[in-house]
Protein backbone atom coordinates (compact mmCIF):
# COMPACT_ATOMS: atom_id res chain seq x y z
CA UNK A 1 0.00 0.00 0.00
CA UNK A 2 0.90 3.24 -1.15
CA UNK A 3 1.77 5.68 2.07
CA UNK A 4 -0.62 8.57 1.19
CA UNK A 5 0.49 11.03 3.72
CA UNK A 6 4.63 10.66 2.32
CA UNK A 7 3.16 11.08 -1.42
CA UNK A 8 1.41 14.02 -0.69
CA UNK A 9 4.41 15.61 0.97
CA UNK A 10 6.74 14.25 -1.60
CA UNK A 11 4.19 16.47 -4.20
CA UNK A 12 4.77 20.00 -2.27
CA UNK A 13 8.45 19.70 -3.77
CA UNK A 14 6.81 19.77 -7.64
CA UNK A 15 5.97 22.90 -8.96
CA UNK A 16 2.81 23.28 -9.67
CA UNK A 17 2.81 23.74 -13.20
CA UNK A 18 4.15 19.78 -12.98
CA UNK A 19 1.93 18.44 -10.10
CA UNK A 20 -1.15 19.66 -12.80
CA UNK A 21 0.55 17.59 -15.78
CA UNK A 22 1.13 14.35 -13.09
CA UNK A 23 -1.97 14.43 -12.65
CA UNK A 24 -3.62 14.86 -16.01
CA UNK A 25 -1.59 12.83 -17.65
CA UNK A 26 -2.08 9.65 -14.61
CA UNK A 27 -5.54 9.99 -15.95
CA UNK A 28 -4.61 8.96 -19.39
CA UNK A 29 -2.88 5.75 -18.61
CA UNK A 30 -3.52 2.97 -19.52
CA UNK A 31 -2.66 -0.42 -19.13
CA UNK A 32 -5.55 -2.16 -21.23
CA UNK A 33 -3.13 -1.90 -24.04
CA UNK A 34 0.78 -2.62 -24.18
CA UNK A 35 3.27 -3.26 -26.89
CA UNK A 36 6.29 -5.67 -27.51
CA UNK A 37 9.35 -5.71 -29.12
CA UNK A 38 11.06 -8.27 -31.14
CA UNK A 39 15.02 -7.76 -30.94
CA UNK A 40 14.91 -4.90 -32.61
CA UNK A 41 18.48 -4.08 -34.51
CA UNK A 42 18.02 -0.22 -34.86
CA UNK A 43 18.32 1.22 -31.09
CA UNK A 44 16.25 4.44 -32.35
CA UNK A 45 13.77 2.35 -33.38
CA UNK A 46 12.92 0.67 -29.88
CA UNK A 47 13.56 4.41 -28.46
CA UNK A 48 10.69 5.80 -30.97
CA UNK A 49 8.46 3.14 -30.03
CA UNK A 50 9.17 3.50 -25.79
CA UNK A 51 7.98 7.31 -26.88
CA UNK A 52 4.75 7.02 -28.78
CA UNK A 53 3.66 4.76 -26.15
CA UNK A 54 4.34 7.22 -23.79
CA UNK A 55 2.66 10.39 -26.19
CA UNK A 56 -0.74 7.85 -26.16
CA UNK A 57 -0.81 7.10 -22.67
CA UNK A 58 0.34 3.47 -23.11
CA UNK A 59 1.90 2.44 -19.34
CA UNK A 60 3.99 0.11 -20.39
CA UNK A 61 6.54 -1.53 -23.10
CA UNK A 62 7.74 -5.09 -23.35
CA UNK A 63 11.38 -5.32 -25.23
CA UNK A 64 12.70 -8.67 -25.92
CA UNK A 65 16.12 -9.04 -26.88
CA UNK A 66 17.61 -12.47 -27.78
CA UNK A 67 19.93 -11.21 -30.34
CA UNK A 68 20.60 -7.55 -29.78
CA UNK A 69 20.99 -6.63 -26.27
CA UNK A 70 21.31 -2.62 -26.09
CA UNK A 71 20.43 0.58 -23.28
CA UNK A 72 17.74 2.50 -24.92
CA UNK A 73 18.60 5.85 -27.07
CA UNK A 74 17.38 8.60 -24.25
CA UNK A 75 18.53 11.28 -26.93
CA UNK A 76 15.15 9.67 -29.24
CA UNK A 77 13.24 8.68 -26.57
CA UNK A 78 13.45 12.24 -25.22
CA UNK A 79 13.14 10.95 -21.54
CA UNK A 80 10.17 8.80 -22.02
CA UNK A 81 11.39 5.80 -20.45
CA UNK A 82 11.11 7.81 -17.48
CA UNK A 83 7.77 7.79 -17.40
CA UNK A 84 6.93 4.35 -18.99
CA UNK A 85 7.57 1.06 -17.36
CA UNK A 86 9.81 -0.83 -19.44
CA UNK A 87 9.91 -4.83 -19.01
CA UNK A 88 13.11 -6.51 -20.17
CA UNK A 89 13.20 -10.36 -21.50
CA UNK A 90 15.73 -12.22 -23.11
CA UNK A 91 12.98 -14.91 -24.38
CA UNK A 92 10.05 -14.56 -26.84
CA UNK A 93 8.91 -17.68 -24.57
CA UNK A 94 9.11 -15.56 -21.49
CA UNK A 95 7.55 -12.59 -22.32
CA UNK A 96 4.82 -14.22 -24.38
CA UNK A 97 4.08 -16.41 -20.61
CA UNK A 98 3.85 -12.95 -19.18
CA UNK A 99 1.88 -11.71 -21.65
CA UNK A 100 -0.65 -14.30 -21.30
CA UNK A 101 -0.68 -14.34 -17.53
CA UNK A 102 -1.74 -10.43 -17.34
CA UNK A 103 -4.68 -11.88 -19.40
CA UNK A 104 -3.46 -9.65 -23.01
CA UNK A 105 -4.09 -11.75 -26.20
CA UNK A 106 -1.30 -10.96 -28.60
CA UNK A 107 -1.64 -9.35 -31.62
CA UNK A 108 1.10 -10.18 -34.31
CA UNK A 109 1.28 -6.46 -36.77
CA UNK A 110 2.39 -7.78 -40.39
CA UNK A 111 1.42 -6.60 -43.36
CA UNK A 112 1.50 -10.16 -44.58
CA UNK A 113 -1.24 -11.78 -43.52
CA UNK A 114 -4.66 -10.26 -44.24
CA UNK A 115 -6.80 -11.28 -41.08
CA UNK A 116 -7.58 -7.74 -39.33
CA UNK A 117 -7.60 -4.55 -40.98
CA UNK A 118 -6.55 -1.74 -38.27
CA UNK A 119 -10.12 -0.26 -38.64
CA UNK A 120 -11.76 -3.24 -37.74
CA UNK A 121 -9.96 -4.30 -34.33
CA UNK A 122 -11.46 -5.24 -31.22
CA UNK A 123 -10.67 -2.55 -28.81
CA UNK A 124 -12.15 -4.02 -26.07
CA UNK A 125 -9.87 -6.96 -25.20
CA UNK A 126 -6.75 -6.24 -23.22
CA UNK A 127 -4.03 -6.68 -26.06
CA UNK A 128 -0.27 -6.37 -26.38
CA UNK A 129 1.02 -5.59 -30.05
CA UNK A 130 3.97 -7.31 -31.31
CA UNK A 131 6.33 -5.49 -33.57
CA UNK A 132 9.00 -7.63 -35.22
CA UNK A 133 12.52 -6.73 -36.41
CA UNK A 134 13.09 -4.28 -39.47
CA UNK A 135 14.14 -6.60 -42.03
CA UNK A 136 12.60 -9.81 -41.39
CA UNK A 137 9.40 -9.04 -38.62
CA UNK A 138 7.81 -11.26 -36.19
CA UNK A 139 9.63 -14.08 -35.39
CA UNK A 140 7.21 -18.21 -36.25
CA UNK A 141 6.93 -18.25 -31.99
CA UNK A 142 5.41 -14.80 -32.31
CA UNK A 143 3.33 -15.63 -35.34
CA UNK A 144 2.47 -19.08 -34.18
CA UNK A 145 1.04 -18.00 -30.89
CA UNK A 146 -0.37 -15.02 -32.43
CA UNK A 147 -4.77 -14.84 -31.40
CA UNK A 148 -5.13 -11.85 -33.74
CA UNK A 149 -3.46 -10.29 -37.28
CA UNK A 150 -3.42 -6.77 -37.30
CA UNK A 151 -2.66 -5.20 -41.15
CA UNK A 152 -2.45 -1.08 -41.28
CA UNK A 153 -3.99 -0.56 -44.89
CA UNK A 154 -1.91 1.20 -47.32
CA UNK A 155 -2.33 2.09 -50.79
CA UNK A 156 1.31 2.44 -52.09
CA UNK A 157 4.05 0.18 -53.55
CA UNK A 158 5.78 -0.17 -50.11
CA UNK A 159 4.82 -3.16 -48.38
CA UNK A 160 5.70 -1.85 -45.04
CA UNK A 161 6.28 1.03 -42.46
CA UNK A 162 9.43 1.29 -39.93
CA UNK A 163 8.40 0.07 -36.60
CA UNK A 164 7.95 3.00 -35.24
CA UNK A 165 6.07 4.71 -37.30
CA UNK A 166 3.71 1.86 -37.34
CA UNK A 167 3.26 1.53 -33.58
CA UNK A 168 2.26 5.16 -33.65
CA UNK A 169 -0.52 4.59 -35.96
CA UNK A 170 -1.67 1.71 -33.79
CA UNK A 171 -1.85 3.50 -30.91
CA UNK A 172 -3.35 6.56 -31.72
CA UNK A 173 -6.23 4.52 -33.00
CA UNK A 174 -6.98 2.01 -30.63
CA UNK A 175 -6.10 4.51 -27.68
CA UNK A 176 -8.69 7.02 -29.52
CA UNK A 177 -11.28 4.05 -30.03
CA UNK A 178 -10.52 2.93 -26.77
CA UNK A 179 -11.91 6.21 -25.28
CA UNK A 180 -15.15 6.45 -26.73
CA UNK A 181 -15.97 2.98 -25.22
CA UNK A 182 -17.21 2.28 -22.26
CA UNK A 183 -14.36 -0.07 -20.60
CA UNK A 184 -12.51 0.97 -17.31
CA UNK A 185 -9.54 1.57 -19.09
CA UNK A 186 -7.28 3.76 -17.14
CA UNK A 187 -5.06 2.40 -14.42
CA UNK A 188 -6.38 1.29 -11.15
CA UNK A 189 -6.65 4.15 -7.85
CA UNK A 190 -4.17 2.03 -6.34
CA UNK A 191 -1.88 2.09 -9.67
CA UNK A 192 -2.05 5.87 -10.01
CA UNK A 193 -0.47 6.12 -6.79
CA UNK A 194 2.34 4.15 -7.34
CA UNK A 195 3.26 5.55 -10.64
CA UNK A 196 2.60 9.28 -9.11
CA UNK A 197 5.28 8.00 -6.14
CA UNK A 198 7.20 6.60 -9.30
CA UNK A 199 7.16 10.16 -11.00
CA UNK A 200 8.33 11.94 -7.79
CA UNK A 201 11.20 9.37 -7.12
CA UNK A 202 12.59 10.39 -10.62
CA UNK A 203 12.08 13.64 -10.54
CA UNK A 204 12.72 15.19 -7.06
CA UNK A 205 16.71 15.29 -6.26
CA UNK A 206 17.74 14.05 -3.05
CA UNK A 207 14.78 11.77 -2.62
CA UNK A 208 15.86 9.39 -0.06
CA UNK A 209 17.09 12.26 1.88
CA UNK A 210 13.96 13.78 2.08
CA UNK A 211 11.91 10.39 2.93
CA UNK A 212 14.59 9.93 5.47
CA UNK A 213 13.76 13.10 7.37
CA UNK A 214 9.54 12.93 6.35
CA UNK A 215 10.03 9.30 8.49
CA UNK A 216 12.14 10.90 11.35
CA UNK A 217 9.94 13.40 12.09
CA UNK A 218 6.81 11.43 12.38
Known amino acids: ?18 LERFHNVIKQRTK ?5 TEDVF ?3 NTSAVIR ?23 EIAMGAQKWVDVNRYHSMKDCMNSIREEGYQIVATTPHTND ?15 FGRETEGLSQDVLEEADVFLKIP ?7 LNISVSAAIILQHVTTKLKHTAID ?20 KSYGDIIARFYEQR
Open 1 to 18: MIDISLLEHLETYLTENR
Open 32 to 36: HFTVA
Open 42 to 44: QLH
Open 52 to 74: SCDVFGIQEVNVVEERNSKRIDS
Open 116 to 130: CMLHEFDVTKKSCFF
Open 154 to 160: MSGFTES
Open 185 to 204: WRLTEEEQLEKRLDWCKKTI
